[in-house]
């Protein structure tokens, strides 16, 4: 079984400054890491994903997160935020190869930028 | 948005009343999902269906049912909805491949309020 932890419920930084949403997770077997964004009152987008190959990947919109399998972390990072960033961020973990396809979710960090 | 509807939208019902929520995809996947969403929690899944017919419980089943006799729809219900099941509920499909590493694209929710 998978199991997510994302110890800042929520995150505040100023705008146009740096930002790291902190991730780890727990797991017997390989995984696939997700990092999702929420808008108010919207449902949950895909920001970017890890499956395998290079651990660091981009999304468009400038964040970046790093797969750290010694410290089982997936960190989100942004160098600059946006007052649009301002959203909930999870973080979600699959295990490779299992057959119920199921994605385990973190509890969310909610990014509140400050003009 | 990948082709994924909720219905309804907002929900108010009494405790003791049998609810039904409806998701409707047009994108042919295999894998449907009910998830609720509640502060301190994040997503938490509910039941999920693999194929029609096919469905199998998630980590919070207990008070809800759910069927799929179609494709392209995956029902939800509270046979008698209690104010603990007051949340926000999303819809998610998804589909395995290598590429996709089971990447879930998800509904815009149902908000119930059970009084």
């Known amino acids: 079984a998978q199991s997510v932890t994302q110890l800042d419920s929520q995150v505040p930084v100023f705008e146009e400054a740096p930002v790291e949403l902190r991730c780890n997770y727990s797991?017997?077997?390989?995984?696939?890491l997700f990092w999702y964004v929420q808008y108010p009152n919207q449902g949950l987008q895909l920001l970017l994903k890890?499956?395998?190959?290079?651990?660091l990947v981009k999304s468009i919109n400038g964040f970046e997160a790093e797969f750290n399998k010694s410290q089982t972390s997936f960190h989100l990072r942004k160098p600059s935020v946006h007052i649009s960033d301002t959203a909930e961020y999870f973080c979600?973990?699959?295990?490779?190869?299992?057959?119920?396809?199921?994605?385990?979710f973190g509890t969310g960090t909610l990014l509140a930028i400050q003009p | 948005d990948a082709g994924i509807t909720q219905s309804p939208r907002h929900k108010v019902t009494e405790t003791g009343t049998p609810v039904t929520l409806r998701c409707h995809q047009t994108?042919?996947?295999?894998?449907m999902y009910w998830y609720r969403q509640d502060p301190g929690h994040g997503l938490r899944l509910i039941h999920y269906?693999?194929?029609?017919?096919?469905?199998d419980k998630g980590e919070v089943s207990d008070g809800y049912s759910v069927s799929r006799s179609k494709t392209e729809d995956f029902l939800l219900t509270l046979e008698s909805a209690t104010s603990s099941q007051t949340s926000v509920y999303f819809c998610a499909i998804g589909s395995v491949s290598g590429t996709s590493g089971d990447e879930q694209f998800f509904g815009p929710g149902t908000r119930l309020t059970v009084l």
């Open positions: 890890y499956l395998s190959g290079s651990t």
């Open positions: 797991s017997s077997v390989s995984v696939y």
């Open positions: 979600a973990v699959r295990g490779v190869g299992g057959a119920t396809n199921k994605l385990i």
């Open positions: 994108e042919n996947h295999r894998y």
């Open positions: 269906s693999y194929g029609v017919k096919d469905t």
